[in-house]
């Protein structure tokens, strides 16, 4: 079927100005085409359709009353912004979102002028906003709109009441919308709270209000008077109304809830309160999955990110595969907790993503999220490790980040016992760089006291997660990667693993490949093509990252000249450095070369497409391999 006939409004529609002129009827026409592009479109190539289907009213809306790009919005990640790229030019694209060569699943100031600020994480729409209208001041913009879009999940991020507590002291003119998707208000209390929204954002309310101050300010003592009673009268009102109590006390005039699929209330409070001074909230109720039932019906179905089917809303699975190293992890943690009530699991707002729901199902008592709040979950860490409880604290790595300054003065300064467990470690691939989790062997290596552990397959997984619930001295991490596991077969039980204790897998008498997790198999695989073409690697399982294993180490400087390190992680400060600094200290003369990531933001694509074009997977290593053999070879003969 023709685009023109099955989207109608839309394929009249590129960007922004071309809806400036349509009534709100035809807005909704447009509304219905959106959704209906989303679901056909992220059902055959996958991607976060949830959160978009919520906010296409809201998007709309937005683009209409303001002058955008010259009007800033910024949007909290991306996953709600897929209706925003679809109106600003990108609705092609959007068949090619998240994939090599694509446009971004977030919001990628290169990628178009209309998205004011890059975003991956959460919570940082409204702080990047401030900065901004703080800026336009200083330019002398004054009719300049700042507009930051943010979901209630990301509001339990303490990021964002930093920024809310700095705009009601800068006073900056600022729109925040609060897109909740997840609260609630009974019927009655919403028919109200929209008839008293609607009063007080209306220009006549505004005015009568202002003239009522003017008159009362002239009226000495009993004008004060009249102006408290009238102050006290609107805030009682809005204290039994809305529930923006708090942020009116945050220096935020409060508008809400309104209700956020109501395109014609969206406008209307809109168009009004863009001409007000100071901080606006805007709190618009939505729902995810808005308009599309398997979506609607299941919360898990809202995030998906595979390809699904359009009727059932059921994910596409591929044939066979092994057991991701999520799941893997999510069981083990399970069966050691049953042994060890004192064991916990903690996540941020990502129970499916990280493997606790297996806990969370199993022993309830013994799972906490604390939401999108990283920096609190790791103190809240340690806070339960002062008690003798032992917390495994699963985030992403890339999410991690968030909560260094917690990790170094909350947790390893006082030697609490808190094992760090980084999902998603490497490259995630469709997610791109806000996701890929390729920095943490390096801030953490430099944390005094800090083990940090990477396994070679899910049952080196399930070892290295015991070792580090029974280890007692510190902090200690393990990273694993995206995706399916190996499918080695798994033994019952655990078995602890020596800190500072690698493996050797096979002899070699040419090159040494040093190894650390997710490349110990990649590394086998290289090794296995390069023998065949006459070139004898011995291979190595580091296993951990920090601290190393320095005898396996003199045992290598002494028997090979040529000594190879690879991990997926940034090469500067990486497990790489680590064996270097030590050669160095040692004063070892052996050549050696780095294989991991490069010094660079490395874009989305699946991780198979990244691997191959970084030279990481097994042809590349390869190839890097000979090329660091030929090199010595002209060196040596050169020196001769």
Same mark, same amino acid.
Request: hydrophobic share 40%; with cysteine.
């Given at each position: 079927?023709?685009?023109?006939?099955?989207?109608?409004?839309?394929?009249?529609?590129?960007?922004?100005?071309?809806?400036?002129?349509?009534?709100?009827?035809?807005?909704?026409?447009?509304?219905?085409?959106?959704?209906?592009?989303?679901?056909?479109?992220?059902?055959?190539?996958?991607?976060?359709?949830?959160?978009?289907?919520?906010?296409?009213?809201?998007?709309?809306?937005?683009?209409?009353?303001?002058?955008?790009?010259?009007?800033?919005?910024?949007?909290?990640?991306?996953?709600?912004?897929?209706?925003?790229?679809?109106?600003?030019?990108?609705?092609?694209?959007?068949?090619?979102?998240?994939?090599?060569?694509?446009?971004?699943?977030?919001?990628?100031?290169?990628?178009?002028?209309?998205?004011?600020?890059?975003?991956?994480?959460?919570?940082?729409?409204?702080?990047?906003?401030?900065?901004?209208?703080?800026?336009?001041?200083?330019?002398?913009?004054?009719?300049?709109?700042?507009?930051?879009?943010?979901?209630?999940?990301?509001?339990?991020?303490?990021?964002?009441?930093?920024?809310?507590?700095?705009?009601?002291?800068?006073?900056?003119?600022?729109?925040?919308?609060?897109?909740?998707?997840?609260?609630?208000?009974?019927?009655?209390?919403?028919?109200?709270?929209?008839?008293?929204?609607?009063?007080?954002?209306?220009?006549?309310?505004?005015?009568?209000?202002?003239?009522?101050?003017?008159?009362?300010?002239?009226?000495?003592?009993?004008?004060?008077?009249?102006? !408290?009673?009238?102050?006290?009268?609107?805030?009682?009102?809005?204290?039994?109304?809305?529930?923006?109590?708090?942020?009116?006390?945050?220096?935020?005039?409060?508008?809400?809830?309104?209700?956020?699929?109501?395109?014609?209330?969206?406008?209307?409070?809109?168009?009004?309160?863009?001409?007000?001074?100071?901080?606006?909230?805007?709190?618009?109720?939505?729902?995810?999955?808005?308009?599309?039932?398997?979506?609607?019906?299941?919360?898990?179905?809202?995030?998906?990110?595979?390809?699904?089917?359009?009727?059932?809303?059921?994910?596409?699975?591929?044939?066979?595969?092994?057991?991701?190293?999520?799941?893997?992890?999510?069981?083990?943690?399970?069966?050691?907790?049953?042994?060890?009530?004192?064991?916990?699991?903690?996540?941020?707002?990502?129970?499916?993503?990280?493997?606790?729901?297996?806990?969370?199902?199993?022993?309830?008592?013994?799972?906490?999220?604390?939401?999108?709040?990283?920096?609190?979950?790791?103190?809240?860490?340690?806070?339960?490790?002062?008690?003798?409880?032992?917390?495994?604290?699963?985030?992403?790595?890339?999410?991690?980040?968030?909560?260094?300054?917690?990790?170094?003065?909350?947790?390893?300064?006082?030697?609490?016992?808190?094992? #760090?467990?980084?999902?998603?470690?490497?490259?995630?691939?469709?997610?791109?760089?806000?996701?890929?989790?390729?920095?943490?062997?390096?801030?953490?290596?430099?944390?005094?006291?800090?083990?940090?552990?990477?396994?070679?397959?899910?049952?080196?997984?399930?070892?290295?997660?015991?070792?580090?619930?029974?280890?007692?001295?510190?902090?200690?991490?393990?990273?694993?990667? !995206?995706?399916?596991?190996?499918?080695?077969?798994?033994?019952?039980?655990?078995?602890?693993?020596?800190?500072?204790?690698?493996?050797?897998?096979?002899?070699?008498?040419?090159?040494?490949?040093?190894?650390?997790?997710?490349?110990?198999?990649?590394?086998?695989?290289?090794?296995?093509?390069?023998?065949?073409?006459?070139?004898?690697?011995?291979?190595?399982?580091?296993?951990?990252?920090?601290?190393?294993?320095?005898?396996?180490?003199?045992?290598?400087?002494?028997?090979?000249?040529?000594?190879?390190?690879?991990?997926?992680?940034?090469?500067?400060?990486?497990?790489?450095?680590?064996?270097?600094?030590? #050669?160095?200290?040692?004063?070892?003369?052996?050549?050696?070369?780095?294989?991991?990531?490069?010094?660079?933001?490395?874009?989305?694509?699946?991780?198979?497409?990244?691997?191959?074009?970084?030279?990481?997977?097994?042809?590349?290593?390869?190839?890097?391999?000979?090329? #660091?053999?030929?090199?010595?070879?002209?060196?040596?003969?050169?020196?001769?």
């Amino acid at each position: 079927m023709p685009e023109a006939v099955k989207y109608p409004v839309l394929s009249k529609v590129n960007y922004p100005s071309d809806i400036k002129q349509m009534d709100v009827t035809e807005l909704k026409g447009l509304c219905k085409d959106i959704r209906e592009y989303l679901v056909d479109t992220i059902s055959e190539i996958g991607g976060h359709f949830g959160g978009g289907l919520g906010t296409v009213e809201l998007t709309v809306a937005i683009h209409k009353v303001f002058n955008t790009p010259y009007d800033l919005v910024v949007w909290d990640t991306g996953h709600q912004a897929y209706p925003h790229k679809i109106l600003t030019g990108r609705k092609e694209a959007l068949k090619k979102i998240r994939r090599l060569n694509g446009i971004s699943g977030f919001l990628k100031r290169s990628e178009s002028e209309y998205d004011a600020f890059g975003a991956g994480h959460a919570t940082t729409s409204i702080s990047a906003a401030l900065g901004m209208a703080a800026a336009r001041d200083l330019n002398s913009e004054p009719n300049r709109k700042v507009i930051a879009v943010i979901g209630d999940g990301a509001m339990t991020g303490g990021m964002a009441y930093e920024a809310m507590n700095n705009s009601g002291v800068l006073k900056s003119d600022i729109i925040v919308v609060l897109n909740d998707n997840n609260m609630s208000i009974a019927p009655n209390v919403w028919q109200i709270s929209n008839y008293f929204t609607e009063m007080i954002s209306h220009p006549e309310y505004n005015k009568f209000k202002g003239q009522v101050w003017d008159l009362t300010g002239k009226l000495d003592h009993f004008g004060d008077r009249l102006r !408290r009673i009238a102050a006290r009268l609107e805030s009682g009102i809005k204290a039994v109304v809305t529930p923006g109590m708090l942020f009116e006390a945050l220096g935020f005039r409060y508008f809400g809830p309104v209700n956020g699929h109501n395109l014609h209330q969206l406008i209307k409070i809109f168009e009004q309160t863009k001409q007000f001074k100071g901080p606006i909230l805007i709190h618009a109720l939505t729902e995810k999955g808005k308009g599309y039932k398997p979506a609607e019906n299941h919360i898990q179905r809202l995030h998906a990110s595979t390809p699904f089917d359009k009727v059932t809303g059921e994910a596409l699975k591929k044939a066979g595969g092994s057991a991701s190293y999520t799941k893997i992890f999510g069981q083990a943690l399970v069966e050691i907790v049953k042994n060890n009530p004192k064991v916990i699991g903690i996540t941020g707002a990502m129970p499916d993503g990280t493997g606790l729901d297996y806990l969370q199902k199993a022993v309830p008592k013994n799972y906490f999220d604390v939401g999108i709040a990283e920096e609190h979950g790791i103190t809240f860490a340690a806070g339960m490790a002062t008690q003798g409880i032992i917390p495994v604290v699963a985030i992403y790595s890339t999410f991690r980040q968030r909560g260094f300054d917690q990790i170094i003065h909350d947790i390893a300064l006082q030697k609490l016992h808190v094992v #760090f467990v980084m999902d998603r470690a490497g490259l995630v691939g469709a997610d791109g760089p806000t996701h890929h989790g390729v920095f943490d062997i390096s801030y953490l290596r430099m944390i005094p006291g800090m083990v940090i552990m990477a396994p070679k397959d899910e049952s080196e997984l399930r070892d290295m997660l015991y070792t580090a619930v029974e280890y007692k001295k510190g902090p200690i991490a393990l990273r694993y990667p !995206r995706g399916n596991a190996l499918g080695v077969e798994l033994k019952e039980g655990f078995n602890a693993i020596q800190i500072g204790k690698a493996e050797k897998l096979n002899d070699g008498d040419d090159v040494a490949l040093l190894a650390l997790g997710s490349m110990v198999d990649y590394s086998i695989k290289a090794a296995a093509k390069l023998k065949e073409q006459g070139i004898s690697c011995e291979v190595i399982n580091m296993r951990f990252a920090k601290p190393l294993d320095t005898e396996m180490l003199d045992r290598i400087a002494e028997k090979f000249h040529k000594v190879i390190t690879l991990e997926e992680n940034n090469l500067p400060g990486g497990f790489g450095s680590a064996v270097a600094e030590y #050669f160095i200290s040692n004063n070892y003369k052996n050549d050696l070369q780095f294989i991991g990531i490069p010094d660079k933001f490395v874009d989305h694509g699946t991780q198979e497409e990244l691997h191959k074009i970084l030279g990481i997977d097994p042809d590349g290593i390869v190839e890097r391999v000979k090329e #660091f053999i030929q090199l010595n070879k002209i060196k040596h003969e050169v020196s001769l």
